[in-house]
């Protein structure tokens, strides 16, 4: 499955842009678009390392409202090419570091997740289904990533698993712990984008629905 980010219409119908694939009035355009202000070649969506981005070819475009010349694609942005043709991102698909496709998602009925930090445990539970129970090196990353306040870069967190050691390894081993962490959620169905990295940064991908507690 290439990267490609998926992008819905007005009038709810939903396209896929691969990366480099045009946006505009041209007939060889991913997203043909028609309306004031469009140009044949409008937009383009690019790759940068883990990151699709869209960049303006005319001018700017407004993503939640702010023009900008090129801005990284993320679930839920609002963006107007042109006058006022809209469009809303649904899903930005990129290749994982486990080299699997993670996609992610919002809406289209996902259940919500629960995520129950304990003592050197996190269990982890979407709907009804049976929860998943991490514990070590594994539940500490949930928890680092649930009490931060921003993403926080896989070197920052190598660092305090494994400080001063091994540094040429730290990578190895990080990837190792995500891709292991990616399979479980997987097995337990509960979605494996719920750890969610871009330009080798990690968050946790929360829907308003989802719910983090401590007990």
Known sequence: MPAHVR??????????????????RATTAQLRLEGAGLSEA?????????????????GKVLVNDVPVAETTLRPRQ?????????????EVVVPADDGEPM????????RPVRVTLGGGVVRLQEGEDAPLQLGGNQAELVRLLAD?????????????FWPERDQHKW???????????????????IRADLLWSWDGSYTLN?????VVTRG
Not at 7 to 24: H, K
Not at 42 to 56: C, M, S
């Open 148 to 160: 931060a306040t921003e993403p926080q870069h896989w070197s920052q967190i190598a660092r305090y």
């Open 206 to 210: 929360l829907n308003p629905e989802d």
């Open 103 to 110: 996609s992610a998602t919002v809406g289209g009925g996902s």
């Open 7 to 24: 992008l819905r219409l007005a009038d709810g119908t939903e396209i896929d842009v691969t990366e480099g694939g045009l946006v505009g």
């Open 42 to 58: 409008h937009a383009l969506v690019t790759r940068r390392g883990e990151d699709l981005r869209i960049q303006a070819l005319r």
């Open 78 to 90: 609002r963006i107007v090419f042109g006058v006022d043709t809209v469009v809303n991102v649904v």
């Open 171 to 189: 990578r190895e081993r990080f990837d190792a712990m995500v891709k292991e962490v990616r399979g479980k959620l997987r097995d337990h169905h």
